[in-house]
Antibody, heavy 125, light 110 residues
Framework: QEQLVQSGAEVKKPGSSVKVSCKAS????????LNWVRQAPGQGLEWMGD????????NYAQRFQGRVTITADGSTSTAYMELSGLRFEDTAVYYC??????????????????WGQGTLVTVSS | QSALTQPASVSGSPGQSITISCTGT?????????VCWYQQHPGKAPKLLIY???DRPSGVSNRISGSKSGNTASLTISGLQAEDEADYYC??????????FGGGTKLTVL
């Protein structure tokens, strides 16, 4: 059974960067897109981007282009999301999420069975 | 990519059925059957309820079903129970090879 375990809460200054990790325990880490989703306090879910670890190429939501970098290390089954130029409005819980198994192609790979526990990033001066 | 459109809130009494709509465009919902629905309880990570428009993962109640017509997808929960009270989100794959979420719908069980 896949499990995604994220790094702990962070408090950052405006303008700085944060890097959140997501370690997978199952055997499917490298095969499916590993997604990053955030949720600001009291707000909805927002997709930030993803990476297929075995390929290594990341794909980002337009509004985060230039500010977010998603990477993956297949040797440790760990993905990373780095967000730079932090603003107060980046205060949110950041989740990693991934499909759990079975065949998929294109959009069918984006049914997110497994989610990390979430990492709270607080941007405060 | 704009968020998919969902009603902010819906409500129903125990035992009743409710439907939550999710409207997109020809660049996402209208062009792909890769629609998912998630349930989120306060302080918890989302849980996958529906994938591929109307398929349920193992363990998800058969009181939950999905459908799609044109640019609009729908989630129906029948036989409402108190534990169904939560936030619900739809997602769709897009023509830009990205994922887009709906704004979320708060379900209140009266």
């Amino acid at each position: 059974q896949e499990q995604l375990v994220q790094s702990g809460a962070e408090v950052k200054k405006p303008g700085s960067s944060v890097k959140v990790s997501c370690k997978a325990s199952g055997a499917t880490f490298s095969r499916y897109p590993l997604n990053w989703v955030r949720q600001a306090p009291g707000q909805g879910l927002e997709w930030m981007g993803d990476i297929i670890p075995i390929v290594g190429t990341a794909n980002y939501a337009q509004r985060f282009q230039g500010r977010v970098t998603i990477t993956a290390d297949g040797s440790t089954s760990t993905a990373y999301m780095e967000l730079s130029g932090l603003r107060f409005e980046d205060t949110a819980v950041y989740y990693c999420a991934q499909k759990g198994g079975g065949h998929c192609n294109g959009g069918s790979c984006y049914s997110l069975d497994y989610w990390g526990q979430g990492t709270l990033v607080t941007v405060s001066s | 990519q704009s968020a998919l459109t969902q009603p902010a809130s819906v409500s129903g009494s125990p035992g009743q059925s409710i439907t939550i709509s999710c409207t997109g465009t020809n660049s996402d919902l209208g062009d792909y059957d890769f629609v998912c629905w998630y349930q989120q309880h306060p302080g918890k990570a989302p849980k996958l309820l529906i994938y591929g428009v109307n398929d349920r993962p193992s363990g998800v109640s058969n009181r939950i079903s999905g459908s799609k017509s044109g640019n609009t997808a729908s989630l129906t929960i029948s036989g409402l129970q108190a534990e169904d009270e939560a936030d619900y989100y739809c997602t769709s794959y897009t023509s830009s090879s990205t994922l887009v979420f709906g704004g979320g719908t708060k379900l209140t069980v009266l």
